[in-house]
């Protein structure tokens, strides 16, 4: 009996029943924090900032170019601007275009977005021309306008992204193309290749780049390190101001153009690139992280860069430049002001909403129309009314009879 008791005492106690598995989500859906209120997947503010910041000098630098021959400094401060606003704007075009695998709706993007403002502003352009200029300026296509040559540039890699990220060392290959371009002299003037080129490897870097890897330039020392490397480029672009061209920094000729050798174009070509990538980092070092007020126009930095186009010809066509006030040191500053608040202006949302059907017509018209996609929103359609009819109260007259006590 006692043996018993014993036994019974320490017997263990039986497991609780199992909970019943809980079957694995079968949403797709990134975790909340990723999404705003609306479910809409969140923008990151750094880049729409850097956007912003870029295009802001892109249009202060085509506003400086008339001012370069009466003054070394304006001259000196166009030198390192042209060092790294396109690099650095290209390089986080590259990186936003990770994504990119040529599905169908990618490619539809591709036409609506880069081809085909490409093809209406640069028919928009020859007219302004032929008013401004030259009655007989010829339609050409295949010869990008001032400024346009980006949208070229931006179809060709974009397109090619699938083929840089099947390559062991996409890098090294690109840089390699680039110091060809430079040293070729028949590649010509179609589509701006010699630009499109040269220019290649800072999208190629930013399609390699992470997360991470802007974590390192946001750090403090990071923006630290960036004011002497500032501050040494500008002593040394006021040096070389009397001894270079602005069109080494422009990309578009090849070295016997330049009138040097080949070895002395490669070279040159590979210093400019190093210059501005660091440039470029020291730049991405101040850009602010958090939400300013500047944030939501990162959005319409395309609308800016195409349609500031006609202001600045019309300064130049018109002669705006050679206006008495122009001279006086303070109206650098003003012109200064005034590049930046018309580049601000072209990016706001009545721009885009007025120039809506040129920059991102939707064109149903001319794709075929998507299987997998319209099955998805048929699928999603048919949860959010499924969930509307949970929710929703019963008819009246229709309740749910209570049911009769056991």
Avoid at 4 to 9: C, F, G, I, Q, V
Avoid at 15 to 35: F, G, I, Y
């Amino acid at each position: 009996m006692v043996i018993r008791m014993l036994h019974a005492r320490y017997e263990r106690a039986p497991l609780p029943p199992a909970r019943p598995e809980t079957p694995p989500p079968t949403s797709t859906e990134p975790p909340p924090k990723a999404r705003g209120a609306s479910g809409a997947k969140q923008r990151d503010p750094f880049f729409d900032n850097a956007k912003y910041l870029t295009i802001l000098l892109v249009g202060v630098g085509h506003a400086w170019d008339p001012l370069r021959a009466d003054s070394r400094t304006a001259e000196a401060l166009y030198y390192v601007i042209y060092t790294f606003h396109m690099p650095a704007f290209i390089l986080v075009s590259g990186y936003l275009s990770r994504s990119f695998t040529g599905k169908p709706g990618q490619l539809k993007r591709l036409v609506t977005g880069v081809a085909v403002p490409y093809l209406v502003f640069e028919i928009v352009y020859t007219l302004f021309m032929r008013w401004a200029d030259n009655p007989d300026r010829a339609f050409s296509l295949q010869k990008p306008g001032f400024a346009l040559w980006f949208l070229v540039a931006l179809f060709i890699w974009r397109l090619t992204t699938p083929f840089w990220k099947t390559l062991r060392w996409p890098v090294p290959v690109a840089l390699a193309i680039g110091v060809a371009a430079s040293v070729t002299d028949d590649i010509g003037s179609d589509l701006n290749l010699m630009r499109v080129l040269q220019f290649l490897p800072f999208f190629v870097i930013g399609l390699q780049l992470r997360p991470e890897h802007f974590q390192l330039v946001k750090r403090r020392e990071a923006r630290l390190a960036a004011v002497p490397v500032i501050a040494l480029t500008l002593l040394f672009s006021y040096w070389a101001v009397p001894r270079m061209s602005k069109d080494w920094f422009l990309h578009e000729k090849s070295a016997s153009e330049m009138a040097v050798p080949d070895w002395a174009g490669a070279a040159m070509y590979l210093a400019l690139f190093g210059c501005g990538l660091v440039l470029t980092a020291c730049f991405l070092s101040w850009v602010p992280r958090r939400h300013m007020w500047f944030t939501a126009l990162g959005g319409g930095t395309l609308y800016a860069y195409l349609l500031h186009v006609y202001p600045i010809k019309l300064s130049r066509e018109f002669d705006w430049y050679d206006m008495e006030w122009v001279d006086h040191p303070l109206s650098r500053v003003a012109i200064t002001l005034l590049a930046m608040v018309m580049m601000t202006v072209l990016c706001t949302p009545p721009v885009q909403w007025m120039f809506r059907f040129a920059m991102e017509p939707k064109m149903t018209w001319f794709f075929k129309e998507d299987p997998v996609a319209r099955a998805k929103e048929r699928e999603q359609g048919h949860e959010k009314g499924a969930g509307a009819a949970q929710e929703a109260p019963a008819a009246p007259g229709r309740e749910k009879p209570a049911e009769a006590p056991r």
